[in-house]
């Protein structure tokens, strides 16, 4: 396990902000284990939020980590502990990236037809220059990330099991992502994503 973001894994963004990607950052056999446990231990909910002026029932499971509330779309999650499969990897999420972290989003796409629509990380809890990471477990599905202003500059990545995707600085501040629909059949994918709330 390397200690440091540096000089590797390269930026994958043109500019304004960092994207870093590590396809294979947990070993098959800890991706496996973590995904069986993850998906029979969390307490999984589906929640409504607000859109547009309307309530819709989100269109995955997801759950809270950590020890603050967290706050968006017109919805309050209050946050589960830790537990040990959860702490394992955060303990390598942040020696890898020399990041502390006191809280995780956990998304639980159960197929194709769940997913993430376009969005920013950017609440004011985060911080005005985040740091958030990602890991993926399951099904392999494309992370799509563009420009906030211009809608260019399009980024397609492909996220592996057992996989970390980075983004840090000015990222979420000048860009969006999404985790579109398919209509490939796909088995279960968790996403977890650490964060630093203030």
Request: glycine share 6%.
């Amino acid at each position: 396990m390397q200690n440091s973001l540096f000089p590797r894994p390269a930026n994958l963004l043109p500019f304004q902000g960092d994207l870093l990607y590590e396809a294979a950052f947990l070993t098959r056999g800890d991706a496996d284990n973590s995904l069986q446990q993850l998906q029979s231990e969390i307490p999984w909910k589906q929640e409504p939020i607000i859109l547009f002026g309307k309530k819709i029932m989100q269109p995955r499971l997801t759950a809270w980590l950590g020890d603050k509330p967290y706050t968006y779309s017109g919805i309050t999650m209050q946050p589960h502990a830790f537990g040990p499969i959860m702490m394992a990897i955060k303990n390598k999420v942040e020696a890898f990236t020399q990041s502390k972290f006191n809280t995780a989003l956990l998304n639980l796409y159960r197929n194709g037809t769940d997913s993430m629509g376009w969005h920013r990380d950017n609440e004011k809890e985060l911080g005005p220059a985040p740091i958030i990471a990602s890991i993926s477990l399951g099904a392999v599905r494309e992370f799509q990330l563009r420009h906030y202003q211009t809608k260019e500059h399009l980024q397609k990545i492909p996220l592996q099991h057992g996989s970390l995707l980075i983004m840090r600085g000015q990222t979420n501040t000048y860009w969006e992502h999404r985790i579109p629909k398919t209509s490939r059949p796909l088995s279960p994918r968790i996403n977890i994503t650490f964060r630093q709330i203030q």
